[in-house]
Structures are given as C-alpha cells and as structure tokens.
C-alpha cells in the first residue's frame, strides 16, 4: 500500500526523535502520534512526540519540542517545525507535499485508504442475530448498520473479516413461536377455538400476535392440509406437530428478515444456527472442556443484590469460574435440571468462531446486554488460553422514532413496534444507513423521519450526497472541454492550488487513510461519517466561494491550467467521497434536483 503524508511525516518525526534521543525506548516511539492541526493558523499538522518521549528521554517536554523542531525544519516533507504549548509541536508542511494527495488518490482512486494495518488478521463480526420471532425492528436496524459498517471499515483497514448472523433459533422465545404460528394455522383452517382459549392451553402463552404470522398460519394450512390439527380444527397434541410447525416458521422469519435485511443492503457471510450447535453436542462439548481445566464446579449461586424475590432458593448448579477472568460473579453452565443455560450456548458459539480461525471476535449486541459483556468476555478468555483470540463488544443504544416532534411507537404489522421495513419505505434506505451512524453506538438517538429526508446542511446524508452531486456536475460539464479522465487529471500541474478553501480540502482529503485507521482500530464507524460530513463542508465553502455572477470559477476558458488544478481538486474529492460512503453502504448521488 503507497504510503500516505501522515505515514510518511509520522516516519520523519520518530527519525527526527532518535536522531534527538539515540536511545529512545521502542515503545515509547510507538506512542507517537501525528495528527490534523486544529487551527490552520498552526500548520497543517501538530505531534504529541515530545509529550510521549519526554519521560524516556529524561528531558522536559517543551525542551524537548524545542529539539525536534530543530531537527525536523526543512525536511523533504516538514517546511516548518514550531514548538507548541507544554509539549506539542506543529508542523507546516510544504506545498508539493500537501498537494501530492490530489494525484494520489487520483492514482488510487477508491482504493485510497485502504490500509494494511490490519496485517490480514481473522475478525469475526456478529451482529444483528435477532432471534427469528418477528419482523426486523428499529432496534435491530441500528445494530445491523452499525455492525455492518463496522466490518466494511475492518476490511478497508486490512483485516480479514467474517460477517456472521447467529440465529438465536434454540429456547423459549422460539417455542412460543411456534405456538403462535400453530393458531394461525388453526385459524387458516377455520377453527373455532377462541384465541383466549387457545392462550390458556398453551404451556407459554400467546406471545407473538402480530399480523406478520398470518402469512406463515396459510402457508402451514396450504403446505400440511388439516394433518396437524385434531378434530374440528382444535389443537392437537404437540408432540404430533410441534417441531414441524416451529422449523417452518423460523425458516419463514429468516427468509422476512433477510429481505429486510437485503433491503437495507446489509448481507452475511455466515449464518450460524444456535440450535444446531446444541443438537451437534457443541454446548455440552465446551462446559467439558473447561470442566477438565479445572474451571467448572458444582455449587450454589449466592442470592442476588439488593431485594431477594420471593421465589429465590438456594439450589445446586455447573458453574463457571468467570471471576478467575475478570467477571464479578461465577456464573451457572447448567441449570439444577440439567439443561444447559444460554450461557453455555453462547459459549460454544465463540468456541465454534475460534475453531474457524477467529482471532478478534466482535459481537454487536442492543444496550439491554450490557449486563453479559463480563460474563461472555471471561469465557473467551478461558477459552483463548495463549492464544490471540479475544473478544470485543460494540453496544447499540436505543433508538426512539419522531414524526412531527412526537414518538412513532407502533408498526400495523407487527403490533407493537416500528419495523426496519417501516423504516425503510418511510426514508429510503441510504438516509437510515447514514442517519444510524451520526451518533457513537452507544448513544441514545432520536431518528426524526421529517429531518433525516430534509434537503438543508442540518441533513447529513444529503449534505454529503449534494457535496458529491456537485463534484460529478462540475466534471460533466467539464467534459465538454476538457480531458477529466483521473489519468489525464493526475498529471495536471496543481501549483495554482492554494486558497484557503481548497487547502483545508486537501488537507481532509489527506486525513482520509489515517481516518480509516483510527476508525478501525477504534471499532467506530461513525467517525467515517464525521469525515464525510466534514468533506463536505470544505467541498461547499469551497463551492460557494469559487462563485463569480453566478459561473463557476472551477472553468475558467482563459486559464487552463488552473481549471485542470481545480478539476483535479473536485475529481479527488468525488473519490473519497465515494469510498467513504462505501464503508458506510450508502450509495453516492450523481445529480441531485
């Protein structure tokens, strides 16, 4: 991968630090950081060196500033060192090297800012694995964006990444599933069992009542006939029809969801059932293989914090020994009965994705989870052992849906919830994408269905679209005159190049590697979608100001030269623009009306 600026004057600093401090420690070097200028007045560029080194090097860090300005003035890249504040030092960087970016990502086009920093490591990324009960929910959407961005941004970065769906198709959720679509059976067949009756004699209830199931009842009555049914259409004994009844509508939900998942372009690589991981022994297989490593034991769980509920007692369980790996409690394997908990489950689950050759392992999980993160992180310790495999948790706060300034709380078709394909036919599919990503994961957010198709600056994914729009109507144009192939354009002279709008753009298209980078190791999507939206802005002043009676002074017949330096300019700014909106799944806008 070429090597961008930031690498480049990253690499001069820490060579300008050993020549200053022969004997600088190598992880004290690799603390240093080089990153954007906050004020262009400052320079282009500022580092932390001597902050990091100061203590290694046995200097004071303003003294030691003060050397590394030294040594780095006049560089091939650095035309200006100044030492800064109590330890910083800002950095200007000479015209050619700045402008370089524009030919590079011309050169490079997309493929600019990928990186190898990753160094094809094995990441699996779940997300989603909804269990398969009812259509996709708004909850759903946020983790499916965000998971789904946060493994295109891995990929840029380098690393090797899995996509993963874990279908939570095992326990009571699914069994009351299949009870709900058993009525609508019956009442595909005409019963005449009232859905109170029917409730009472169910051993979960009637849990699932939205219109969604209506659908897979039909389907059972056109595929079975009355076959699972007793006599006049009423319930028949379980034994005759449940496992047939609940295959068929988990298969049913997970062709729904994939369609809304499809429809919000987000799709898999692996789809991995949790009840086919039990059926294969692979939950009874992992609690044995801790239990021979000494971490399993027989025991009694103390009573919980706070207020005892009425209907606790003490009783015998296989517990886990998770405090041995950070976690504050043990936690049970199996239940006095016997069974297995999800835990144990959810244990083999990793075990199964570390078997696979998963080193970095990151599940996307809603904030309502936030109480397993211990629990589940001690258990991959236990089973990495030496090895690299560890686990990371991205958490989704919830998202609340306004319309008018007021809650959307309710979705016909499933009853009690907006659904993703709601969503989806409200604002289309590129606004729920970048909308999701505006906020850290782990924010609450507000998903305003009126602002988020809003054509103003207060719209970011439109900001950003009508930013690229405009980069592709100034090349159309062009083209009248013009040689505008990126070919052509990467070998345009760019000296004419130096407002002040169209280097702080050059500047941000500089940042975009060293972006991606932080991004991913960061595991933060959303910083992708600052970027943009901060590109754009540059884009638009730089619009705005290049406006002379209202022809754009991007083409200017008179001068050539300058217009090919500008053309060069907008051509590189589409480019990352577009791989920018490529990490996030959001399509980029060739003209907008």
Sequence with gaps: MPENIYTRVRAAVVDALRQTVPDLPAEAAARVEVSPARDPAHGDMATNAAMVCAKAARLPPAKLAGALAEALNGGADVLRAEPAGPGFVNLHLRLDALLATIPAVLREEEAFGDSTIGGGQPVNVEYVSANPTGPMHIGHCRGAVVGDALANLMRKAGFAVTKEYYINDAGAQVAALAWAAYWR???????????????????????????YLIPVGEALRDKFGPSLAGPGATAADPALWFDTVRDFAVSAMMDSIRDDLGALGVSFDVFTSERALVERGEADRVVERLRAEGLVYEGVLDPPKGKIPEDWEPREQTLFRATRFGDDVDRPLRKSDGSNTYFSNDIANHADKMERGAELMIDVWGADHGGYVSRMKAAVRALAGNSRARLEIVLCQIVHVLRAGEPVRMSKRAGT???????????????????????????????????VVAQTRENPVYYVQYAHARCRSVLRLATESYDVSHAALAKAPLDSLGTDAELATIRRLAAWPRTVEG?????????????????AADFHTMWNRGRDDSTLRFLQADRPAETMARLALVAATAIVIRSGLAVLGVAPVEEMR
């Design 185 to 211: 059976y019956l009442q595909a067949l005409g019963t005449a069992l009232t859905e109170e009756a029917f409730a009472q004699a169910t051993p979960t209830g009637l849990q699932y009542k939205g219109e």
């Design 417 to 451: 919830y907006v659904t993703l394909a709601d969503l989806l036919e409200w604002v289309g599919r590129d606004a729920v994408r970048f909308t999701m990503l505006t906020r850290k994961a782990d924010a609450q957010m507000e998903f305003d269905l009126d602002a």
């Design 519 to 535: 991004a991913a190791l960061a595991q933060e999507p959303h910083r992708i979608a600052f970027f943009l939206y901060d590109l």
